[in-house]
C-alpha cells in the first residue's frame, strides 16, 4: 500500500482550533502528520491507540479502515468534532 496516497483511506474532515478551522484527512500520511504534529493533546487511551493504529495500518498490519476508525475515537477524546461524508 502506498500510504501517501488516498486510494483505501475513506476521507474525513476535522473541526480544529486555529487559522485552518477545517482540516481534510484523507491519507494515513495525513493522519500520521495530524496525530503527531497538529493534535491539541498528546496523551489519552484513544489518542495512543490512534498513533498505534497508524503505525499498524502503514505496515499493513490492520486494515486502513481500522486507523480512521481510530482517529475518530481520538479526536471525540480530543474534543475534535469530525465531519465524515456518507456514500
Not at 482540516?23 to 495525513?30: D, G, I, K, M, P
Not at 482517529?71 to 469530525?82: F, T
Request: charged share 20%.
Amino acid at each position: 500500500m502506498r500510504w501517501h496516497t488516498s486510494g483505501e483511506f475513506t476521507a474525513l474532515m476535522l473541526v480544529v482550533n486555529g487559522s485552518e478551522k477545517y482540516r481534510l484527512v484523507a491519507t494515513l500520511w495525513e493522519v500520521a502528520g495530524m496525530l503527531t504534529a497538529h493534535w491539541p493533546i498528546d496523551d489519552g487511551d484513544e489518542y495512543f491507540t490512534a498513533i498505534k493504529a497508524c503505525r499498524d495500518a502503514i505496515h499493513a498490519s490492520v486494515p486502513v479502515e481500522a486507523a480512521r476508525a481510530a482517529l475518530i475515537r481520538a479526536a471525540d477524546e480530543a474534543g475534535i468534532s469530525v465531519i465524515t461524508v456518507v456514500h
